[in-house]
């Protein structure tokens, strides 16, 4: 799938990112943390907002047709339900310091060993 971020939401994500992955490690800990009738959907098709290069984003085929149904559900695009539910993440994740340390313990317990 391919992922079309506004750019001060790929600059946090990467704050948050080190290495290829993270980015599909965060949308599905995302998925998991943000209630789906709490999340305001945004167009990010012709809305006029810079959004930054496509990036290739591989969440597996279960979380990936959940995004298409639930795309499919609201009338817009997958981009546009995982800016949304970034979008939402991200306002949780600055006033919660516990959610923060979950989200990067998460993403260390998924990197393999990586000699320097």
């Not at 597996?60 to 047709?65: D, N, T, V």
């Amino acid at each position: 799938m391919t992922l079309r971020l506004p750019i001060d939401l790929r600059e946090a994500v990467t704050e948050e990112s080190r290495v290829k992955g993270d980015l599909a490690r965060i949308v599905l800990f995302a998925l998991s943390h943000v209630e789906r009738e709490k999340v305001d959907i945004m167009q990010t098709r012709k809305a006029g907002m810079e959004l930054s290069n496509p990036q290739l984003l591989h969440v597996g085929a279960e979380a990936r047709l959940k995004l298409k149904d639930w795309a499919e559900a609201e009338g817009v695009s997958v981009n546009a339900i995982v800016v949304s539910v970034l979008e939402e993440f991200f306002k949780r994740l600055k006033k919660s310091k516990a959610l923060r340390e979950e989200l990067r313990l998460e993403i260390r317990a998924h990197r393999g060993f990586m000699p320097s």
